[in-house]
């Protein structure tokens, strides 16, 4: 979903209007492979669409999670973060930088899935399962 007829796309098949400033929201969500928060994407599409607000931006972004187009990761310095993957992954969150990076494991996945479905949590039952691991990166050398 890279250009602006599959964005549009993906838009009308989650059941939403397709205007500029969905398009330019959507466009900021995947240029960013870090998981930009709201303020980092109001920044980018305000580049580009003069005069927009950071309401309009923060409402797009609610509409985006309540129709599953994106979703918000919340970080220990309590800021939101927004990450568009549809696929199956969990988050490393950084304590000392607030990094968050993409993990995909389709071992740990299948672990989670075998071990939620034997445990059986009374009264619930898992729609999806992401960790979201706190630690330290290692510094490159």
């Known amino acids: 979903m890279h250009n602006i007829q599959e964005i549009a796309e ?29 303020e980092e994407i109001f920044r980018e599409v305000s580049q580009n669409i003069p005069g927009l607000s950071q309401t309009t931006v923060y409402n797009t972004l609610d509409v985006f999670v309540k129709k599953g187009i994106a979703q918000r990761i ?15 992954h969990h988050h ?7 990094r968050v990076e993409d993990y995909f494991d389709p071992e740990l996945d299948k672990l989670l ?10 009264g619930f039952r898992p729609i999806d399962i992401k960790l979201h691991l706190t630690g330290e990166f290692e510094e490159q050398k």
């Open 10 to 38: 993906k838009l009308t098949q989650s059941g939403l209007k397709v205007t500029p400033q969905r398009i330019a929201v959507m466009q900021a969500l995947m240029k960013f492979h870090h998981h930009p928060t709201a």
């Open 113 to 122: 899935r075998d071990y939620f479905e034997k445990k059986k949590i009374n």
């Open 74 to 88: 919340a970080t220990d310095a309590g800021v939101m973060r927004y990450d568009v993957i549809a696929e199956a």
């Open 92 to 98: 490393l969150y950084c304590l000392g930088t607030a």
